[in-house]
Every structure is written in C-alpha cells, then in structure tokens.
C-alpha cells in the first residue's frame, strides 16, 4: 500500500470539536457562555480524544448574527472576555497537545465596522469600493433580483448617498468586494494577526460566496421551490456565489496560511459533490477541507448513504483528505434528525469513515434540538422568516454538563432554555455509564486514536441489503468490518462472496462486545458495529 509511510498531518488524522462559545460554559454568570468557561472544559474535551477546537466567532461584534456579524477582526467581545483570555486559552489548549481552529468570516462584516462606516459615508469615499455599492434600476427598484439567505432582497437602499449596497445574509452584513485589492490585503492582515497569536487555523465562513458575478446578472428562477422553504430558495443563486474567481482568493489564503508551519484552513461550502471537489484548488492549493456537509443533507437511508459516501470518495482529487460532518451551529442536531437511537449508530459512521470527523459539542451526550417558545426566539433566521420553523435557536442550546441548576453552564438564567430532561440528559450522567452515548464516543475516539486503519487506512464499501450500509477500514496487516443498521428493525448480514471472522470491538450494544463472530451475523434494530476481522 503506497501510502502507509507518508506522514499525516494534524488535521488528517484528528478529530475537530465544534463549540458554539454562547452555549458552551458560562464563567461570570451573566447567562452566556465564555473564553474563561471553556478553558474550564477543556479537560472533557482532551479526555474525549478531540485533536482540535473550533470555536464560532468571538470578535467584536453588535450580534445582529450573533457574531458572524464583525465589527472588528482583531478584538475579542467582552462577552466573551478578552484578549488575555484569549491567549489564556490559546495557551491552554497548546499546552493540553491541542489546536485551535477560529472561525473567520471574510464574506461581509457589521455594518457597524469603521470600514463600513466609511464606505457609506459618501459616494467618494476611498472605501466607497469595499462594499458592493449600486445605482438602482431607472424605476428605482433594487439592481437586481439576488435574494438575502434570511429572508427579502439582499439590497439595501441606503438613503444618504442614494445607492444600494448588497448583503448576503442581514442588512446588518453588508458583503464585502472581494475584487478590491485593499479589501484582499486587508483580510490576509487579519490571519497574519491570528496567526502570529500561534491560531493554527481558521474555518471559512460561507467560502462560496465571497465573489459574485462582475456583471451582477439576476439569477435565475428555481423551479422546485416549495412554499415552506426560505424564499431565499426561489432562485438558482448561479451568479451570486461559487464563481471561478473565487479560487484566486482561496489560493491567497492558502499563501498566507502555507508562510507558517502546519496551518489550514477549512471552507464552509454548501455545493454538489463535483462543485465541493474545486474548492480543493488545483494543485491542492485551495483549503485543505471543503467542509462535507452530505451526512446533513442525505436521507437516511442506507443506500442513498452508501451512494453518497461512494460517491464523495470518488471524486476526492489526487490527494485530497476527506472529512465528514454530522452536525453544527446551523443544522437541526443528529438526535433530532434521526432519533435518538440512530444517533448512536450515525456517531459510529462519522467516527470510521475515511476522513477528518468535525464533532458539535453537545452531541457526544446525544443533545437533542430544544424547543424554544416562539416569543423567545432569538435567531435573526427565524425572526426574519415566523412560521417556517427556520430557527437555529434548538440547536445552540447550552452544553449539559450535570444535574445541577442550569445543568451547571451557569449560575444564571442561560441565553437559551435548556431542555426538560437536562438533569438526565448530561456529561456527569454519562461518564459512568457504559451504555452511554458518552461512552459510545469514547470507545470509538480512543479506537481510532489507536488504529492506523481507522484513522488512516482504506476505505472499502461492502456488498449489503438495505437497511444495512457496510464497509471495511484497512491497512496491510489490519482489517475493520463496519456494519450499520440505518432502520428501527433487525436486520441480517450474510454476504455471498464473502468470507469473514472477527471480534466485535465496539458495539452501539455494549453486551455484544468481545462476541466472535463469523460469516453471518443478525443485528439489532439501530445497532452498529465495529469487526476486528481475523487475519487472512
Ligand atoms: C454561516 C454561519 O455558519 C451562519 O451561522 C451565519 O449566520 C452565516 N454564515 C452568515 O455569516
Ligand atoms: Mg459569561
């Protein structure tokens, strides 16, 4: 095997642990989660075997969007405390053999950035250009018909200089113009000023939006658009991201990155696999993991699974590393999804397929989405859209950590409810419970952390009737056998032309582990399995 000697880097063979920094602990008990009260967790985060923390935004910011909306890259919220706990915890998680991932968001800043200020302050402005600014239509009406990802027109009429300026997400984020070159250097001095900190690396919020068509043509019409969808999916949004010349900024972020040691960078990208694929850059030039994001949207079912996962692996490019992602701040949580029993069950497939896995906090104890009463909502998403159910709110709640007031997140009222069952549902419960969605984590984190062939080895799908999806991890001298029940039933695997005997190393049912096994074996409803298979 050709590649069994190459040295893998950090971001290739870890694991990446998402916190969403409002919802993870709370240290001076104003109800929001902090940079003191996650160095207070990071023992439980290096105890579960994560490699790297990726932490949402914590800049300045009027939290029109709850931090993707900066008004300055290189300050610290004081919400979030500091810059001193800034490097307390930078220093923290280096010092526990960890990294540290901040997420930047070089698309569109608040409108409450001086750049931005500036830029609207008069039509001759030296950074009028900073922003995409456009005379209106002879009627008056907007430029053109580009949609905002929240709801309305993605232009905003600004009164004063008597021109529109375009906004991806809120009015309150104005899109920056990424074919200017000031702005261009400007956002490689905000990684240097990370990078120098010692930040290993950055997830690129909405990587795919950052240039838009330089003739700004309207976009055309979806003609599969479903009324409880966002009005945002009435168009094809073909001329407002994922442009060709997008990937002249990602290459100079990678030059940025690539002047330090062993930094990287992923890109959020919602796109078709082919599409996903570019982003890799050519020559691998582009960001080291487009994020993967088919597990959030593929049916769960086994063979659209399997097709999915077959699929990706096929078009990876030369070289490219995979990854995989189950859950984040934007997407329903994998309980809610798929039920609490298949949350087990997709927690092993994240944690054996091929590919770097991203972990949302809360989900390694099975956090469900919790419901928030409509006048509590918080979400601009679902604020700007009432009766689409289009809030993140459920699934940013605060981190259960045990049974105590406030499931010990905070001695007050947290930002965000926390759910009914909280005092069962927690990381205290879990820790000495075997059958535990904790300890299903810990068993596979520390398997992959110990075995070559699930970290870094082949991946091999395996001939199986739905409702199974199977596959083999492997490297010269060690084989894993996956097998996955996707459905409620019990189900058989008895493979034709293939021959097998092996040891259940974990199990979603802890009592099978250690089981020998051999040819055929029947399953459980919801219940998955790692094989040590037998040398040949
Ligand atoms: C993607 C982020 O993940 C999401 O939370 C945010 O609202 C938008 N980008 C806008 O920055
Ligand atoms: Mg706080």
């Known amino acids: 095997m050709k590649d069994e000697n190459q040295k893998y880097l950090w971001w290739q063979e870890g694991v990446i642990y998402q916190i969403y920094p ?34 949402s935004p914590i800049f300045s910011s009027p939290m029109a969007d709850f931090g993707y909306d900066i008004s300055d890259y290189c300050d610290i919220h004081p919400l979030f405390g500091t810059m001193e706990d800034f490097d ?68 905003e009429w600004d009164e004063k200089t008597q021109q529109y300026y375009y906004h991806a997400f809120l009015k309150e984020q104005p899109d920056l113009n990424w ?10 001095n905000v990684m240097r000023f990370w990078l120098d900190k010692g930040v290993d690396g950055f997830r690129v919020d909405v990587m795919w939006h950052m240039i838009k068509d330089d003739q700004l043509r309207d976009n055309p019409t979806n003609p ?40 990287m ?74 039920g609490q029993d298949q949350a087990r069950v997709a927690a092993m497939l994240l944690l054996t397929l091929r590919g770097t896995p991203t972990i949302y906090y809360g989900d390694e104890i099975g956090m469900r989405d919790v419901p ?9 998403q679902g604020l700007n859209m009432p009766g689409l159910n289009l809030s993140r709110d459920p699934q940013r709640t605060p981190m259960q950590w045990d049974d105590s007031e406030n499931a010990g997140f905070s001695p007050s009222k947290p930002w965000l409810p926390l759910p009914a069952d909280y005092r069962r549902v927690n990381v205290k419960a879990q820790s000495d419970d075997h059958g535990s969605m904790l300890a299903l984590h810990q068993r596979l984190l520390n398997l992959r952390q110990e075995e070559d062939a699930l970290r870094i080895g082949h991946y091999k799908p395996m001939e199986a009737q739905k409702p199974l999806l199977a596959y083999m991890r492997y490297t010269s001298n060690t084989r894993f056998l996956i097998l996955l029940n996707l459905s409620h039933k019990t189900c058989h695997f008895h493979p034709e032309h293939f021959q097998f005997e092996g040891t259940i190393e974990i199990d979603t049912l802890p009592e099978r582990e250690g089981t020998e096994v051999k040819d055929k074996i029947s399953l459980s409803g919801d219940e998955g399995m790692v094989i040590r298979l037998k040398h040949l």
């Open 88 to 155: 307390e915890l930078l220093q923290a998680v280096h010092d526990r053999g960890m990294k540290l991932i901040l997420d930047l968001v070089p698309n569109h800043t608040s409108n409450e950035h001086p750049w931005f200020k500036e830029s609207r302050s008069s039509k001759d402005n030296p950074k009028r250009d900073w922003y995409i600014w456009e005379d209106a239509k002879e009627d008056g009406s907007e430029p053109n018909n580009w949609l905002s990802v929240f709801g309305g027109s993605a232009w």
């Open 224 to 263: 599969n658009y479903k009324s409880h969808q966002a009005t945002y999916e009435k168009l094809i949004p073909a001329y407002s991201t994922d442009q060709p010349e997008v990937h002249d900024i990602v290459h100079m972020m990678r030059k940025v990155l690539d002047s330090y040691d062993e930094r």
């Open 22 to 55: 409002r919802s993870y602990q709370d240290s001076d008990g104003d109800g929001v989660g902090d940079l003191q009260g996650i160095i207070q967790r990071l023992d439980h985060i290096k105890s579960l075997g994560m490699t790297a923390i990726w932490i």
């Open 179 to 188: 074919r200017n070159p000031e702005v261009q250097e400007a956002m490689m």
């Open 372 to 380: 928030i009463p409509e006048e509590e909502v918080q979400d601009p």
């Open 265 to 338: 960078m992923i890109g959020e990208i919602y796109l078709p696999i082919h599409k996903l694929m570019t982003y890799y850059g050519t020559d691998k030039n582009g960001a080291h993991l487009p994020f993967n994001f088919l597990l959030l949207s593929t049916d769960w079912d086994a063979g659209e699974i399997a097709s999915n996962i077959n699929q990706y692996e096929a078009a990876l490019p030369e070289g490219g590393w995979p990854n995989w992602v189950l859950g984040n701040h934007d997407q329903s949580r994998i309980s809610s999804r798929v």
